[in-house]
DNA sequence: CGATACCATGCAAGCGCTTACACTTGTGCT
DNA sequence: AGCACAAGTGTAAGCGCTTGCATGGTATCG
């Protein structure tokens, strides 16, 4: 244990010469084992089996210039929001014998671009991002390695990088017109920072539309940011409706936000959606575990993550270049949105 | 965009090129930069920029012969188990430039194996892997490349490989006495899979020993296993009650199917704890959220996480040795056990 | 039966980086 | 002035792997 290494990590040579072959041999027979005569590949085979071998997967990567892995950036793995679609991600690269390197960048641009430089320099085939936000310092890096990139959780052809997601924009407005159709005129809203955020920002966009649309002031909405935690999202309720005037309904950015809205609301003795009414946007597991069930915009996470990954996986094999896909949401009204109350 | 690279990623050759240097130079300023003077570090530095340079990371590993990663392999990234932990031990690895690469298992041996083999081959200089189960042939695998290999989640001095973690059975034990304390003397369980989940059997091995301790015939627990997750620990939790003489209280191995079984209940209508007593393992956040409460045993996962990153970091920089460490848990009695129906 | 084609394998040139060692200066000492 | 020495930089040898090309052997064909 104190030693150093007694057999020194076996190498494509000690293989090669084990097996009495060349090194180009064992490392056909380890990447394309139909262009080696079967005795060959068997002597080659329990020769990696005895030593143990593993390639280095540097070295590979260095001489093929490929390393079958895909990079991920996601803003948090703290909560739920980007777990189920970056599993289903996951699933279908493994169908494809590639390998997923996930990095969180905490919500960060600063963090996000050097994590961008480290999966690049891991050698990553492809990227994937989350939302459109990104300084221009970045894009060009990416545009000179010329690393494809997919952008995820947003739906914007306008684009110049290819993207696959929703609009978060309409969904969230239509929400906002259940809302308002149920009588709500002042509607508080709790969102994550909108700087360096476009779903944020597009969603909040959502509301204001809605209320416009319907002749509400913007005075009527009465908007708190802060980064999604449950814990903060109890506390933005609070500050929200402490308020001559409170609320009746709270929209909340995501379902995080929305779980610690609803548990501030229980502590401050209101009844959902009998006293104010709370929505989120996700439709996470948790919003249908807590009581009542939460009124959500359901967004199709696993399909998105499913779809992704073919689409990189296309583009790598060169059938051509990626176009923007639109998933739909839908409305999950489930029992915190209820009619306005007197 | 259908061009190949134009400008086809630059290297430490070009940087060098550009800052009219040798590469050994600006290798140098990236790795050790007080060892250039500053001029020429400058020099060197605007043209990293100016190309938009990162340094090819499986180049580096090849020379080097260090990543500067630690590998861990957690057995699900599906629920928030390993997540608190897991952000503990990066945050603390990043403080002293680690990185963190992760992999998840399915609790399955096999895909662990080969998720270590991939860790290996990528370069982990260290592994944290979550408890002991784990067959000989890959234990070789580990010991003929000298990864250290730190275990997590559980605390077992007599065991070759140091671990961190907590007593398993004694701290299950400690809340079967408190169920027994409250007069249950029929106690169904629900668990994960036992094989190969050292942390689950040394759970159910802890209720055991506190039923023989108190004279409980071993038929008096209602076993069943099933794999985490919410609709599982429901599932289970029907056919755990299915039954003429039902338990009084039942024991989930942890959280998340205690969650299930809370939810199966009150669609079942009965009342927790009136009706039956419910308990948990983990104290993840969602175990307060619920409602009722749940009473559950607290892991400080965060602890763990963090001191797990400490040891490894110490060991890779030959501070000798890693020895087990073993982390206190402790009971938190919130609102879904109470005192046994007549 | 010789020519042709093809298949399995070996040879060897890198891939982009680090680092031991060598070299060139500038400094402080005698 | 002459020396030892240190600091800053360059030279070049790999790290472990893939792959284009060369080679020799066997099957196929007219």
Not at 311 to 323: D, F, H, T
Request: charged letters at 20%; proline letters at 6%; aromatic letters at 4%.
């Amino acid at each position: 244990m104190t030693a150093k290494a007694p057999r020194p990590v076996p190498t494509l040579e000690d293989v090669a010469r084990l097996a009495g072959v060349s090194t180009a041999t064992v490392s056909r027979c380890l990447n394309t084992p139909d262009r080696v005569v079967k005795s060959t590949r068997d002597r080659v085979m329990s020769a990696v089996e005895q030593l143990g071998y593993a390639p280095n997967f540097g070295a590979r990567a260095l001489a093929a210039k490929r390393t079958n892995t895909i990079g991920a950036i996601i803003p948090t793995m703290e909560n739920a929001i980007f777990a189920r679609g970056l599993q289903a991600f996951q699933e279908e690269l493994g169908l494809h014998g590639m390998t997923l390197l996930v990095a969180s960048s905490s919500y960060s641009e600063d963090v996000e671009r050097e994590q961008i430089r480290t999966l690049c320099a891991r050698g990553a085939d492809a990227l994937l991002l989350i939302g459109h936000h990104r300084s221009q310092g970045t894009l060009d890096f990416l545009e000179a390695r010329s690393v494809p990139v997919l952008v995820a959780w947003v739906y914007d052809p306008a684009k110049p990088q290819p993207s696959i997601g929703f609009d978060n924009r309409a969904a969230m407005r239509e929400m906002a017109e259940l809302v308002i159709a149920k009588g709500h005129r002042r509607i508080g809203v709790i969102s994550a920072p909108c700087d360096s955020n476009d779903r944020a920002s597009e969603r909040l966009l959502g509301i204001r539309e809605a209320m416009a649309a319907h002749g509400l002031p913007a005075d009527a909405m009465a908007l708190h940011e802060t980064p999604y935690s449950i814990e903060n999202g109890a506390a933005a309720f609070r500050q929200v409706m402490d308020n001559s005037d409170p609320p009746t309904a709270v929209m909340c950015g995501n379902d995080v936000l929305a779980v610690g809205a609803l548990r501030a609301a229980r502590r401050m003795g209101l009844s959902v959606p009998g006293d104010v009414s709370i929505t989120g946007f996700d439709d996470i597991e948790l919003a249908q575990l807590v009581d009542p069930p939460l009124t959500t915009v359901h967004v199709p996470h696993r399909d998105m993550g499913r779809m992704a990954a073919k689409l990189l996986v296309q583009q790598l094999n060169g059938k051509g270049p990626m176009a923007s896909i639109r998933l739909d949401t839908y409305l999950c009204d489930r029992e915190t949105l209820g009619i306005a109350p007197r």
